[in-house]
């Protein structure tokens, strides 16, 4: 059953994950590690200086060997805040990339209650890893990788479909996730930030296939120059590090950004279940 979350509450969430988002940007100063808001958080700072009115998540990006730098610092950030997540840090989670977790709160997708792993209000931490040179390299370790991310989510795509589809993610779901993390490993321990390579999150379609008209050469990974050349953007009356070419990164995810999108597609992204807030536990 989906719950709706808005009004107050909606604002809430998304002020709880600004919450994260500050705490994450302290470790990362600290340390001089690399990130940049991404997608439809360095939207929101462009083009509304802090949330989209109707997104309720927030996203970060990091080169490879940032994001491993992060993760050696995660525990600097203030616990009562929030914690890192991984299928390092959690075995149960069964995803590629990372979160930020609201510490004390709840937050369950619809479709996932019966997963094992931690819940909570959450942030996506995104690491950009290397692809190959060549675009036939590219279209391989994408179809790879495309196999790779079906195993890890079969384990919920078996309880929401029906018919053949429900019988081959049970199948899928057999596979150990060890398989799949191993899988992208191979192509993680590879990255380096120094290389020529164009990056994408392996765990994820290809951002620019979200832009159709985007050319094939440049549609399966991203300069890293996007997550290495930076400004500071207000979000939310925060200062908090984006890409320094806003306009040519966001022309390759959206086009034209600018223009709103209808009314009935001004919808949140990430339906659930179940809300707690912080605090609010025995309440």
Not at 190 to 215: E, I, Q
Not at 253 to 261: A, F, N, R, S, T
């Amino acid at each position: 059953m989906i719950k709706e979350i808005k009004g107050e509450d909606f604002r809430k969430m998304q002020l709880t994950e600004l919450d994260m988002l500050v705490e994450f940007d302290k470790v990362c100063r600290k340390y001089n590690i690399n990130y940049v808001l991404f997608g439809g958080s360095l939207l929101g700072a462009v083009r509304h200086q802090g949330y989209i009115p109707w997104d309720d998540d927030a996203d970060i990006g990091m080169l490879r060997e940032d994001y491993e730098t992060f993760k050696k610092h995660k525990d600097e950030m203030n616990p009562n805040i929030c914690f890192f997540q991984d299928h390092d840090t959690d075995p149960e989670y069964r995803w590629e990339y990372g979160k930020l977790r609201r510490t004390g709160s709840t937050y369950i997708r619809v479709g996932q209650e019966h997963l094992k792993c931690k819940t909570g209000i959450f942030v996506d931490v995104f690491p950009m890893d290397d692809i190959p040179l060549s675009i036939v390299g590219q279209i391989f370790q994408d179809l790879h990788c495309y196999c790779l991310r079906k195993i890890l989510w079969s384990e919920v795509a078996k309880e929401n479909t029906v018919g053949f589809w429900k019988v081959w993610f049970t199948l899928l779901s057999k596979i150990s996730v060890d398989f799949a993390f191993h899988g992208y490993e191979k192509y993680s321990k590879k990255s380096r930030n120094s290389s020529l390579n164009r990056v994408r999150c392996l765990g994820f379609p290809a951002t620019g296939m979200l832009y159709k008209k985007n050319p094939l050469s440049e549609r399966y990974g991203m300069p890293k120059s996007w997550f290495t050349d930076r400004a500071e953007y207000m979000f939310e009356e925060k200062k908090l590090y984006s890409s320094k070419d806003y306009d040519t990164v966001l022309k390759y995810i959206y086009g034209d950004y600018m223009k709103l999108p209808p009314e009935d597609q001004r919808e949140p992204h990430s339906p659930c279940s179940e809300i707690v807030f912080p605090g609010e536990e025995n309440i």
